[in-house]
């Protein structure tokens, strides 16, 4: 049975950093690509960036390329965003899943990222 637990979000001043973890279960889930998504209030869950099984390769969005890197240790199944430079924008609560993920997939709860201007 897969879990996700996300953690490390919190109340950050614009141009700070916060560094997200997300613990996984499933043997399965080491062998995924992994990312991290985030979701605000009444819009749709968007992507943030990705990180391949082994974590040779990585890709983010644009809107955070620079600023956001993604991480994993798989010895600890636990995938990883170090976020820089935050914005206002950056205010989300953020997930982290496969990619790419099924429409039934299970989500963890999330945590929340509030940057203040």
């Known amino acids: 049975q897969v879990q996700l637990v996300e953690s490390g979000g919190g109340l950050v001043q614009a141009g700070g950093s916060l560094r997200l973890s997300c613990g996984f279960s499933?043997?399965?889930?080491?062998?995924?690509?992994m990312g991290w998504y985030r979701q605000t209030r009444g819009t749709t869950r968007e992507f943030v960036a990705r990180i391949s099984p082994n974590g040779g390769v990585t890709s983010y969005a644009d809107s955070v390329k620079g600023r956001f890197t993604i991480s994993r240790d798989n010895a600890k199944n636990t995938v990883y965003l170090q976020m820089n430079s935050l914005k206002p924008e950056d205010t989300a609560v953020y997930y982290c899943?496969?990619?790419?993920?099924?429409?039934?997939?299970?989500w963890g709860q999330g945590t929340q990222v509030t940057v203040s201007s």
């Open positions: 499933g043997s399965t889930l080491r062998f995924n690509a």
């Open positions: 899943n496969t990619v790419p993920y099924s429409s039934n997939t299970y």
